[in-house]
Each structure stands twice: as C-alpha cells, then as structure tokens.
C-alpha cells in the first residue's frame, strides 16, 4: 500500500508559525506599525486590473517567482527588477511576488526591488496566518496581499480583510473549492481568486475555475489562478467571462518573462 502523500499546506503552514515567531521576536507589531509612516504610496491593485479589462484587454497579474514546492527550481537566473521591468513593457497589469523563502525561495528584498524597478502595484504572494503579516506586507511597499481562505479560520480571515483595507490594500481572497467559495462570497469584498491547483496535491485543472463560476453573481470579478500556459487556455477563460488572470511558470521558464507575456496575451 502507497504511504499517504503529505499534505504540503499544512506543512507549510506549520513553518509559518514558526517564521511569524521569529519575525516578532526580531520585530515587534508596535514597532513594525511605527514603519507604516514610512512606506510608499499604495499603488491601486484592483484599479490597475479594472482599467487594463476597461481597455478590452486581459488583466494580468504577472507573477515572479524561483521556485515552488511543485516544480521545484523554475528559474535559475532570476533578477527581480529586471523580469518586473519586462512585464511592464510586455503589459502585466500587476506584479505577484513571492516572498516565503523555505518553500518558493523567495525574498522580501525581491518584492521590494521588483517595485522600485516599475510602476506597477505588487501582490506580497505569501501565506497569511495573522494580521502581523499584513503589517509587515504593507511596510514592504505591498499593495495587495494573498488570503488563502484554506490557511485561515473566518474570523482570521475577516480580520486580515478588514485590516488590509485600513492600512489602503487590496486583498486577493484564495478558494480552491465551492466550500471556500462560500466562505469567500460571505466576506463583505475583496478580489476573488479561484486557484486551479489544489495546494494539497497538487493537481492542476483549469476545469475548477469553469465548475465554481457558476456559484459566483455574474458581477463579481474573478482571477483565474495557475495552470495557464497557452493562448488556448487564455481564449478558454475569456469565452467563459474570466478576464483576469495570475500566471507563474509559464513566465518564469520562458527566456524573457515580459515577451512570453505579451505572446500570451496580445
Ligand atoms: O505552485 C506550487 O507548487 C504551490 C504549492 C503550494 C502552495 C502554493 C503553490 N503555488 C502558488 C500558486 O498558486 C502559483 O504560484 C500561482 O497561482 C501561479 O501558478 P502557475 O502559473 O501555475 O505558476
């Protein structure tokens, strides 16, 4: 009999806890608060997407990222600034970056550097189990932040929420499933994202964001997460009303991220 496969959410949920702990001892929420002063302008998120969707085009969040627990190493030659400039050029509407270092080998000093080098606004991709880290996303210059509705109870998740807006962000609201789509649709806003891998296993199907829309009001925006590596899947999507869009690898793998991008989705 094949041993269970481990579920790699809770694991790196498990290690979270641990990093939040270090994080805190090293800086404590009141003086992470005092830094909110400092930060640099939100940039609007959702504004950006919108206007690039008004324009008769896809909103795009391009994402950048080394690594992940899927496919291990994505890109060896990886400079922040420089595939955030091309995506600029190829016509992302937005950055995601990731900034867990154990899993995605990824950095704070990335996200920072990839919004220095544009003047687009930047998702902190990330995995929130506390409002420290929307403090923490916001002194960073973020100008959205991830809420995985499978990573946080609803009290939490309404908690993150509202704090995020407070502090002027947008949150992008992660479901995988009809019953976190519940979840999702009972918070008061937020962009809704649905991701087409199922963070527990694994497994990929663009066929998740097509099943769930049904149970979403035709006014709500969607971003449709993962998995999209074609002009076909992008046509897919936009037949079926999707016309936002985070994409990774199939960025992250191509020579030039910001041309894949623009071949994509010209
Ligand atoms: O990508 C993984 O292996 C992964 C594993 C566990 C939690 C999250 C994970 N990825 C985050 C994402 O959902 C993607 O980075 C994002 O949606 C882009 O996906 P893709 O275009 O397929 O790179």
Same mark, same amino acid.
């Given at each position: 009999?094949?041993?269970?496969?481990?579920?790699?959410?809770?694991?790196?949920?498990?290690?979270?806890a641990?990093?939040?702990?270090?994080?805190?001892?090293?800086?404590?929420?009141?003086?992470?608060?005092?830094?909110?002063?400092?930060?640099?302008?939100?940039?609007?998120?959702?504004?950006?997407?919108?206007?690039?969707?008004?324009?008769?085009?896809?909103?795009?969040? $391009?994402?950048?990222? =080394?690594?992940?627990? #899927?496919?291990?190493?994505?890109?060896?030659?990886?400079?922040?600034p420089?595939?955030?400039?091309?995506?600029?050029?190829?016509? $992302? #509407?937005?950055?995601?970056?990731?900034?867990?270092?154990?899993?995605?080998? !990824?950095?704070?000093?990335?996200?920072?550097?990839?919004?220095?080098?544009?003047?687009?606004?930047?998702?902190?991709?990330?995995?929130?189990?506390?409002?420290?880290?929307?403090?923490?996303?916001?002194?960073?210059?973020?100008?959205? *932040?991830?809420?995985?509705?499978?990573? %946080?109870?609803?009290?939490?998740?309404?908690?993150?929420?509202?704090? #995020?807006?407070?502090?002027?962000?947008?949150?992008?609201?992660?479901?995988?499933?009809?019953?976190?789509?519940?979840?999702?649709?009972?918070?008061?806003?937020?962009?809704? !994202?649905?991701?087409?891998?199922?963070? =527990?296993?694994?497994?990929?199907?663009?066929?998740?964001t097509?099943?769930?829309?049904?149970?979403?009001p035709?006014?709500?925006?969607?971003?449709?997460?993962?998995?999209?590596?074609? =002009?076909?899947?992008?046509?897919?999507?936009r037949?079926?009303? *999707?016309?936002?869009? %985070? *994409?990774?690898?199939?960025?992250?793998?191509?020579?030039e991220?910001?041309?894949?991008?623009?071949?994509?989705?010209?």
């Amino acid at each position: 009999m094949n041993a269970p496969r481990p579920d790699i959410l809770q694991t790196i949920l498990k290690r979270k806890a641990e990093e939040l702990d270090e994080r805190r001892r090293h800086t404590p929420l009141a003086e992470l608060r005092a830094r909110l002063d400092e930060a640099s302008p939100v940039r609007p998120f959702v504004g950006a997407l919108e206007a690039s969707i008004a324009a008769g085009r896809a909103g795009v969040i $391009a994402e950048i990222k =080394r690594a992940s627990p #899927s496919q291990g190493l994505i890109r060896k030659h990886f400079d922040p600034p420089s595939i955030a400039h091309g995506y600029a050029v190829g016509g $992302a #509407s937005c950055l995601s970056v990731l900034t867990d270092r154990d899993f995605f080998q !990824g950095d704070d000093a990335y996200l920072q550097a990839a919004r220095a080098a544009c003047g687009l606004p930047v998702l902190r991709k990330d995995f929130v189990i506390d409002p420290y880290q929307v403090y923490e996303a916001r002194t960073l210059g973020a100008d959205c *932040v991830l809420l995985i509705v499978a990573a %946080l109870a609803d009290g939490m998740l309404a908690d993150c929420l509202a704090l #995020s807006r407070e502090l002027g962000m947008d949150a992008l609201i992660e479901v995988h499933d009809a019953a976190e789509l519940a979840r999702a649709l009972a918070l008061p806003d937020g962009l809704l !994202g649905i991701n087409n891998r199922n963070l =527990r296993t694994f497994e990929t199907r663009l066929e998740n964001t097509l099943d769930l829309l049904e149970r979403i009001p035709a006014a709500r925006r969607v971003v449709t997460e993962s998995g999209i590596h074609s =002009r076909a899947d992008v046509a897919r999507m936009r037949a079926a009303g *999707v016309h936002a869009f %985070l *994409v990774g690898e199939a960025f992250m793998r191509a020579d030039e991220p910001g041309t894949q991008l623009a071949a994509l989705f010209d």
